[in-house]
C-alpha cells in the first residue's frame, strides 16, 4: 500500500493470495488494508489536499502531463502486469493498461487551467455576482478488476485535475497494475499524499465509504455492492458516483451491414475480456427477416476464436477472472438449459485439456432467449451472448427497454431515420450506432435506471468533482 510517502506491506486488513486466472497458481500474497490503514490514507489526502489545491494551475497541469508521458513510456510493462492480474490477453491490455490511460490524464491535464465559474446578472440591486468552482477535498476512488488503469483514467485524472486528492482502493483481484501506477505518480513529481493506494477487500471498502474524513465517492462495480456504498456514505451524507452493471441491448435492423454487425456483437460480447464489461452487448436482438442469416454467422464466428493462454499473440478469449467468477457463470448456463430459457448453440462448457487449470470458458451463445428469463436480464459477466429476434422497430425498443439497466445500447441500421428514431427512444447513457466506441476521453460515459448515475469521461466527469461557490459583492454600499 503507498499512504503519504510511505509503502506499507502489512495491512489490519490480512493478507490474500492473489491467483493467476490462466493457471490457477498463487502468484503473490498482499496486504489488505482495514480501518487503520483507510484512517491513515484520509489523513494522508487531507494533510496533503490544501497545497495541492493551493498548487499554481499550470504545475498541476504539468505534473498531469508528465503521469501521461509516464504512462505510455511503460506501456508495454503496464499491459504485462495486467495480463498477469486479471487474464486479459496480452494484445488488448496495452489499450486498458496505458494507451487510454494516458489519454484520460491528458485529456484532464488539459482542464487544470481552464476550469473557471460564471458571471452572474443580478436584479434589482447593484452588485456584482460569481461562481467559483472548488474541488471538494478527499475523494474516495474504488474501482473494479477488469480494467483498473481504464478506471484510473476516468476517475483519478478528472478528480486530480480538480484539486482534489485521491484514495484509490483497487480490487484484490486486480491491485498490481494500481501500485504501479502509484509509483509512476511519485516519479512524475505528484505530491505524497494527493494520491493514495489502498488495496483491499469488503472490510476496508466499508471503512472507506462510511469514513467521515471523505468528501466524495466514485465507485464502479456491481449493484449489491453499490447498496452498501451508499449505506456507508449515508452515515456522513457523502456524495456518490455510481457507474454500475449492465445488460446492453445490440439492435440488429434488416437493411444493416450484417458483416460488420456481426463481427462487433461477437467481438464485443463474448471476447472482448472474455465477456467481463458492464457496457458490453450481451443481449444480441435481430430482426426477425434476417434472424437465421445472423445467428448462422454469429455460431461460425464464435467458434473460430481461439480461448487460450492469454500471453499467446493468436490468443482472442482469455481465462475468466477467479474460480468463484468461472463456477457462477457455469451455474448461470446450467440454469439457463435446465429452465430452457433459450437454446444452446454453441459452447457452455469449461475448457479442459492444457487450459484445465486456469479458469476458461468456452465462448457460449444461446438463440430464441426469452427475454423475461435470468438469461437474458440479469448481468452474467462472462462469455455468454443471449440472442432474441424482433419483429418491427417498436418491439425491438420495447425489448432493449425490459431490462432494469440503463448503460449502453446499440443499433445497427443504414437507415438515418431509424437510427435517429430509436436511439431518441431507447434508456442508455452510452448508446453506439453502427459501431463500438471504447470511452473516448472527451465523451461523457455513465448509465441511466439501475445502472447508476453520474458521468466519467469529457466535460462532464470534471464537473464531477468541483462544486460551485457563489460570491454576491453589492455596489451600493
Request: glycine share 12%.
Amino acid at each position: 500500500m503507498l499512504i503519504g510517502a510511505e509503502w506499507i506491506s502489512e495491512g489490519t486488513g490480512g493478507r490474500y493470495d492473489h491467483v493467476n486466472p490462466a493457471t490457477g497458481k498463487v502468484q503473490r500474497s498482499i496486504a489488505l488494508a482495514g480501518p487503520s490503514e483507510i484512517d491513515r490514507a484520509v489523513a494522508a489526502a487531507r494533510t496533503a489536499f490544501p497545497k495541492w489545491k493551493a498548487l499554481p494551475s499550470n504545475q498541476r497541469r504539468d505534473i498531469m502531463l508528465r503521469i501521461a508521458e509516464l504512462l505510455r513510456r511503460d506501456t508495454d510493462e503496464l499491459a504485462g502486469i495486467a495480463t498477469l492480474e486479471n487474464g486479459a490477453p496480452s494484445t488488448f491490455t496495452p489499450i486498458l493498461a496505458g494507451e487510454l490511460p494516458a489519454e484520460y490524464f491528458t485529456y484532464y491535464g488539459g482542464w487544470v487551467d481552464k476550469l473557471c465559474g460564471e458571471a452572474i446578472p443580478v436584479y434589482p440591486m447593484q452588485a456584482l455576482d460569481y461562481t467559483i468552482p472548488e474541488p471538494y477535498g478527499v475523494v474516495a476512488v474504488i474501482i473494479p478488476w477488469n480494467g483498473p488503469l481504464t478506471s484510473i483514467g476516468q476517475k483519478v485524472a478528472a478528480a486530480l485535475a480538480a484539486g482534489n486528492c485521491v484514495v484509490l482502493k483497487p480490487s484484490e483481484l486486480a491491485p498490481f497494475t494500481s501500485l504501479r501506477f502509484a509509483e509512476l505518480c511519485l516519479e512524475a513529481g505528484l505530491p505524497p499524499g494527493v494520491l493514495n493506494v489502498v488495496p483491499g477487500g469488503p472490510k476496508g471498502g466499508e471503512a472507506l465509504v462510511s469514513h467521515p474524513g471523505v468528501d466524495k465517492i466514485s465507485f464502479t462495480g456491481g449493484g449489491a455492492t453499490a447498496t452498501k456504498v451508499l449505506q456507508g456514505a449515508a452515515k456522513s451524507l457523502t456524495p456518490v458516483i455510481l457507474e454500475l452493471g449492465g445488460k446492453s441491448a445490440n439492435l440488429v435492423f434488416e437493411d444493416a451491414d450484417l458483416d460488420k454487425a456481426v463481427a462487433m456483437a461477437v467481438q464485443t460480447s463474448v471476447a472482448t475480456l472474455s465477456g467481463q464489461g458492464c457496457v458490453l452487448p450481451t443481449r444480441l436482438i435481430v430482426q426477425d427477416s434476417v434472424y437465421d442469416e445472423v445467428i448462422e454467422q454469429v455460431v461460425d464466428l464464435t467458434e473460430s476464436l481461439t480461448v487460450g493462454d492469454p500471453w499467446d499473440p493468436a490468443t482472442v478469449v482469455g481465462p475468466v477472472v477467479s474460480a468463484h467468477h468461472c463456477s457462477r457463470i457455469e451455474g448461470v448456463i446450467a440454469r439457463a438449459r435446465q429452465e430452457g430459457a433459450g437454446e444452446l448453440l454453441t459452447g457452455g462448457e469449461r475448457v479442459g485439456g492444457e487450459l484445465s487449470g486456469g479458469y476458461y470458458l468456452q465462448p457460449t451463445i444461446f438463440g430464441d432467449v426469452d427475454n423475461r428469463s435470468h438469461l437474458a436480464q440479469e448481468e452474467i459477466f462472462g462469455p455468454v451472448l443471449s440472442v432474441l429476434r424482433f419483429r418491427n422497430e417498436d418491439e425491438a425498443v420495447s425489448l432493449a427497454n425490459d431490462t432494469k439497466y440503463g448503460l449502453g445500447a446499440f443499433v445497427h441500421t443504414t437507415n438515418l431515420t431509424t437510427a435517429h428514431n430509436v436511439v431518441r427512444r431507447l434508456d442508455a447513457g452510452y448508446i453506439g450506432v453502427n459501431g463500438f466506441a471504447l470511452m473516448p476521453p472527451n465523451a461523457p460515459f455513465g448509465g441511466v435506471k439501475q445502472s447508476g448515475y453520474g458521468r466519467e469521461g469529457g466535460s462532464d466527469g470534471i464537473r464531477e468533482f468541483v462544486q460551485s461557490k457563489n460570491v454576491y459583492i453589492d455596489l451600493e454600499s
